[in-house]
C-alpha cells in the first residue's frame, strides 16, 4: 500500500496553474492575486508577485464572485522585449473581470519582476 506524504504545505488553497524553471517552481491559483514563487533548494522560501489590484473578500462565496479565476500559466521565451522570458497568466474568460492575462518579466536570476502587465483578453474571448 503506497502512503501518501506532504512534502510542503503552501500558503494557497490550489494551484490552477504551475511552471517549475530551474531551482523555482511558480504557481497560482484561481482565487487569489498573487504569483508564487517556492524555491525547490530552500522550504522557507515564499515569494508573492501581486498580479492584480484591490483585495479578495474571505468570505468563500463573495470570493468567488470576485476572483481573477487564473487558470494557467505559461513560461514564454526570451525575446527583445523581454530577454530573460515570461510568464503569462490567463484568466479563464468565464466573466468580464476573467478576461484578462497578466505578463510577469523574468529578471536574469530567473525570480520575477514586480512591475506586470495586464493584458485585455475581452476581444479574444469575444472572438472564441
Known amino acids: 500500500m503506497l502512503k501518501s506524504q506532504v ?8 494551484a490552477s496553474g504551475l511552471v517549475v524553471l ?18 525547490l533548494d530552500d522550504e522557507a522560501f515564499v515569494r508573492r508577485v501581486r498580479l492584480c489590484e484591490g ?3 474571505a468570505d468563500k462565496k463573495l470570493r468567488k464572485a470576485q476572483k481573477p479565476d487564473f487558470e494557467s500559466l505559461t513560461l514564454l521565451s526570451a525575446c527583445d522585449d523581454y530577454p530573460h522570458g515570461a510568464l503569462l497568466a490567463v484568466g479563464s474568460g468565464s466573466t468580464a473581470n476573467r478576461q484578462q492575462a497578466v505578463l510577469i518579466p523574468l529578471l536574469e536570476n530567473n525570480e520575477p519582476s514586480d512591475t506586470v502587465q495586464i ?10
Open 7 to 14: 512534502l510542503r504545505s503552501l500558503p494557497l488553497s490550489a
Open 22 to 39: 530551474e531551482r523555482y517552481f511558480f504557481v497560482v491559483a484561481d482565487d487569489d492575486l498573487h504569483l508564487y514563487v517556492f524555491s
Open 119 to 128: 493584458i485585455n483578453l475581452a476581444p479574444l474571448y469575444a472572438a472564441l
Open 55 to 57: 483585495e479578495l473578500p
